[in-house]
């Protein structure tokens, strides 16, 4: 299993300097590894899409890839010798990112989706690098030692869990200061805990105004954290614009508007770690709608939906849910708000309509309760066959 474990650490002015210019020296290489992919591209790239029997096909330039890239970076130190200073695994990084980025451009991801074209950093742009091994021994007494860094001071608020294994850590410089994100790995947790209790399900309606109906009744509303950080978020915006552009005043105001907008942030992930967690605690199954975030969010509710974090609230309940060993169950989301959660029979309604009445069965409630409780049957229909496949397999 593997879980991330995000510290804040307080480096001194010198480590805070090295910080800041390992990350513009990666970004910089970056820069020019992604040229190099473009020119080659511009340079073997055909507008002519037939030919005749008989022509001429050019030798193709050869093709920058991950490996004589990786090779070219021992050059790199020999022109350039102040990228001795950068630990050589995470230098070697930054031909991997390259790899990835540009083949999900013209490739696409393992679902076949294509990203948009790759864009130069600018400064300030590139805010991670990643050690790629990593010894335990390094991180003890409310330090890490970083290579070429030093012994950086890490304010632990949590203890690391007996039996995980470091292997990756990550630098990450934000608005409010640097912080170390740990990747754990313990191979012998349980993938499901002993007295899981398939029958113990809830089906979640997600919602704008709720932010969840569960179909035992409760209901959460939304908190709605960016709508009311809005007048704050409006001021430390037109400080930035009637600020001089490259001047230390406009930088400061920069990082004050960063500040907010984090805030806003981390309150909004915090809310759905804590709402999570009361779900897990009081269920084994949580039912939850298959929905296309990213569709919706093109919508006229996208600022709505994005305050409410959907797809990060998903992501949370998913890892936690594993991490626990319990389950999540994605269902259908077609017809939950229109089906009667008692009889079946499709009650078609508006948006506007906030009220479910039945006229088969005279079963009348909640529009987001009726969904929850369409959600929880479907999931309890959706368990039962991953439980019998599983049986079947072994």
Same mark, same amino acid.
């Given at each position: 299993m593997r879980i991330s474990y995000q510290y804040k650490i307080k480096p001194n002015k010198e480590q805070i300097e090295k910080i800041d210019n390992t990350l513009d020296m990666l970004r910089c290489q970056y820069n020019h590894l992604l040229s190099q992919r473009f020119d080659w591209y511009e340079m073997n790239r055909c507008a002519i899409d037939r030919c005749g029997l008989i022509c001429h096909l050019p030798d193709l330039k050869e093709q920058p890839n991950y490996y004589n890239q990786k090779a070219s970076l021992t050059r790199l130190k020999v022109e350039r010798p102040w990228y001795k200073n950068i630990h050589s695994q995470v230098l070697q990084e930054v031909p991997s990112k390259v790899e990835i980025t540009f083949d999900r451009w013209l490739k696409g991801d393992c679902n076949g989706k294509r990203s948009g074209k790759p864009r130069f950093k600018a400064k300030g742009q590139y805010k991670t690098f990643t050690y790629p091994q990593f010894k335990k021994h390094k991180f003890n007494n409310n330090k890490i030692t970083l290579s070429k860094i030093g012994d950086v001071k890490v304010i632990v608020h949590r203890q690391i869990p007996d039996g995980f294994d470091i292997k990756t850590v990550s630098v990450t410089r934000k608005a409010d200061g640097y912080y170390v994100t740990l990747s754990l790995d313990d191979k012998t947790v349980p993938t499901i805990k002993p007295d899981f209790n398939a029958d113990n399900i809830v089906g979640? *309606?997600?919602?704008?105004? *709720?932010?969840?109906?569960?179909?035992?009744?409760?209901?959460?509303?939304?908190?709605?954290?960016?709508?009311?950080?809005?007048?704050?978020?409006?001021?430390?915006? !037109?400080?930035?614009?009637?600020?001089?552009?490259?001047?230390? !005043?406009?930088?400061?105001?920069?990082?004050?508007?960063?500040?907010?907008?984090?805030?806003?942030? *981390?309150?909004?992930?915090?809310?759905?770690?804590?709402?999570?967690?009361?779900?897990?605690?009081?269920? *084994?199954?949580?039912?939850?709608?298959?929905?296309?975030?990213?569709?919706?969010? !093109?919508?006229?509710?996208?600022?709505?939906?994005?305050?409410?974090?959907?797809?990060?609230?998903?992501?949370?309940?998913?890892?936690?849910?594993?991490n626990a060993g319990l389950k999540v169950i994605a269902v259908n989301p077609n017809g939950t708000s229109q089906d009667c959660s008692n009889c079946g029979h499709k009650v078609k309604k508006p948006l506007s309509q906030r009220m479910h009445n039945c006229p088969v069965c005279h079963t009348g409630l909640c529009r987001d309760l009726n969904a929850a409780i369409n959600i929880k049957n479907r999931g309890t229909h959706g368990l039962k066959a991953q439980l019998m496949s599983s049986k079947k397999s072994h």
């Open positions: 979640i *309606d997600i919602g704008l105004i *709720d932010f969840y109906v569960a179909s035992d009744g409760t209901r959460i509303t939304a908190p709605k954290y960016l709508r009311k950080a809005e007048r704050k978020l409006k001021a430390a915006q !037109r400080k930035v614009s009637r600020r001089k552009k490259g001047s230390n !005043r406009r930088r400061k105001a920069i990082q004050k508007l960063a500040i907010q907008h984090k805030k806003v942030a *981390d309150t909004r992930k915090d809310f759905h770690f804590k709402t999570v967690k009361t779900l897990l605690d009081k269920y *084994d199954v949580v039912a939850v709608e298959k929905l296309n975030i990213k569709g919706l969010a !093109r919508t006229h509710l996208s600022k709505s939906i994005n305050d409410a974090g959907w797809g990060q609230f998903r992501n949370i309940l998913s890892n936690k849910a594993e």
